[in-house]
């Protein structure tokens, strides 16, 4: 399977402040990135699916300006999180689909992000 | 629309037990069939996936999931399960759209 990494692996910031947040594709080149948040004791709920060299596509409810993501190039997709707010603490989760096909997904560490 | 289903959030088990964790899903065409395991404060690994074939899948760390289509269930078992085992389990499926849908989860406590 494919190794997925993701940096920070904890953040903590500000209220107002932008934290960006990067998933790397380390051993192969990824067309395709998912986001996903993660409350605790809660499943993983999908934001966006994020191709490279395109605009992402978000999920229904899932502000496209207040989370910016970017897949410039076949190995890195990044999420900013602009003008964050307490509500937005959560735990982030990248995936990124294998290439048999996007029907199996590998999945990063994790970041774990607190705005105070 | 296509939903799945974890029957149980919580499964306490003592270890050297046996434990079965069911998934049942929804969906009226075919789909891919996955159980990850999360352990705490870190991402998703890939226990085992059912895409086509043999409808009994093994899969890392001792764990089994029997696919049965008519009962539209994936439920994952273990025949003695060790402390180690204690995580958060998570059904998804597929539906060949590219997105994976996820179940509740079930948290597996194994004591000793």
């Known amino acids: 399977g494919a190794v997925v990494s993701q940096h920070p692996s904890r953040v903590i910031c500000k209220s107002g402040t932008s934290v960006k947040i990067e998933c790397r594709s380390l051993d192969f080149q990824a067309t395709t990135m998912f986001w996903y948040r993660q409350f605790p004791k809660k499943s993983l709920m999908l934001m966006a699916t994020s191709n490279e060299g395109s605009k992402a596509t978000y999920e229904q409810g899932v502000e496209k300006d207040k989370f910016l993501i970017n897949h410039a190039s076949l190995t890195l997709s990044t999420l900013t999180v602009t003008s964050a707010h307490p509500e937005d603490s959560s735990f982030y989760i990248c995936?990124?689909?294998?290439?048999?096909?996007?029907?199996?997904?590998?999945f990063g560490p994790g970041t774990r992000l607190t705005v105070l | 629309a296509q939903s799945v289903t974890q029957l149980d959030s919580q499964v306490p088990v003592f270890e050297e037990a046996p434990v079965e964790l069911r998934c049942n899903y929804s969906s009226s065409v075919s789909v891919y069939l996955f159980w990850y395991v999360q352990y705490p404060n870190q991402g998703l690994q890939l226990l085992l996936k059912y895409l086509s074939g043999s409808t009994l899948v093994k899969g890392i760390n001792g764990f089994e999931a029997e696919f049965n289509k008519s009962q539209t269930s994936f439920h994952l078992r273990k025949p003695s399960v060790h402390i180690s085992d204690t995580a958060e389990y998570f059904c998804?499926?597929?539906?060949?759209?590219?997105?994976?849908?996820f179940g509740q989860g079930t948290e597996l406590s194994v004591k000793p």
């Open positions: 995936s990124v689909a294998g290439l048999a096909g996007v029907y199996e997904q590998f």
């Open positions: 998804a499926v597929n539906n060949q759209g590219g997105k994976l849908i």
